[in-house]
């Protein structure tokens, strides 16, 4: 199957998770976005044949129209799972035609890190984490499924926001637990949260329990927790007397997983130029406030900034001691073609007066982590500093010139009316130029800088 589909370039999605998360809801979010649920559904049934059809409708969530995909269960005694022989499961599959590589790659990085999870949170070792029944069921069609409709729309890279987990307590099939139950808590680690609601809804004063219709790997059954000693009505939910009720649970260790597994950093959307949005419902419905995941999908925008516009990148810095000094116009080059905004070196002296060379990278949001592994790895340094800068930019344009047969690039910057402020010549074609006429590299900058500035607004 993967050598028949056609390559899909490489693209950026940024996964809106300030309504909670749930794996069935993200992969309704990536079917709307574009992917083929029906070829979703070849490779479970190649996985695990005749057990789960996806079955997908429209819904209306808080007024938003949404993509609901449903999982139905095609075996009337499901097996228990455990990870290690969901691993085998996975890992066997390996090879075959008829099962995406890239999908049982990230299927397995997912469901690793929701066993590690779930062991860590009942004491003991992943692989024997059960996947109870339905459950392990749901948990394969969620995980399998969100796994392979990433691959088919062609994401390699992506932005999640801060994750709503919710509030209160739940019963679960261990009893009274908080939310965010255990294993979000432990998926979560490092990675932005929010416990209350991000936009309280109009004449609400708290929210639903977030998702589903079908158990989750976690086996709580979403029913109100009880109390003895009387507990009481609030908004048709039972609350043990001096509990406050909270809004219940808004993300699952399978949604939470899925992100952390997915998206390669937590923030903000980055610039981005959105080729396909995709949203997907939960199961509940309260009025004014859309139970939804959303995916955008695109690429990073070729418009990098507007007119005086101050705008967010991150600048990372190293201090190297011990780099042969001919090694560094390579490093610099390849942060640049990796896509940094800029990259640069400033000699400093380091203690006990050693000379060494401090490099910089600005790169853009969410790109921060694949720059700091290329300077760790061509540098040989330890450790990588960032922090986020605001800039303030003109917007950028190219054209191009001919000189004696020699064609330049010329990059024409514009103010806040739109007027052109400057052109100048790409130096590093200058100095191409001036190597095939045999002229110096200044002159060759001057016959440059007069054709340059030849050019019409309309040229531009």
Known sequence: MESASPAVPSRLAYVDATAGIAGDMLLAALVDAGADLAEVQRVLDALVPDSVRFVRSAVDRGGQRALKVDVEVLVSDPPHRT????????????GRADVPSRTLELALGVFGRLAEAEGATHGVPADAVHFHEVGALDSLADVIGACDAWRQLGISEAVGSVIAVGSGRIRAAHGDIPVPVPAVARLALGWPTVAGELLPPRGHSHAHDHDHDHDHDHDHDHRPAHAQGGPHEHGGRRVPPGVAPGIGELATPTGVALLRGLATTAGPQPTLLTEALGVGAGT?????RPNVVRVLVGRRSPVVDAHDTPTA????????????????????????EQGALDAWHTPITMKRGRPAVTLHALVREGSEADAAALIMDRTGTLGVRRHRVDRVVRTREFAQVEVHGQRIAVKIARGADGHVVRREPEFRDVAAAARVLGISERAMLDLARESASGLTEHDS
């Open 83 to 94: 990870w290690a022989s969901i691993r085998e499961l996975l890992e066997s599959a390996r």
């Open 313 to 336: 990148a991150v600048q990372l810095e190293a201090n190297v001691d011990d780099l042969d000094p001919r090694l560094w116009p390579s490093v610099v080059d390849e942060l640049l």
């Open 284 to 288: 509940k419905d309260t009025p004014g």
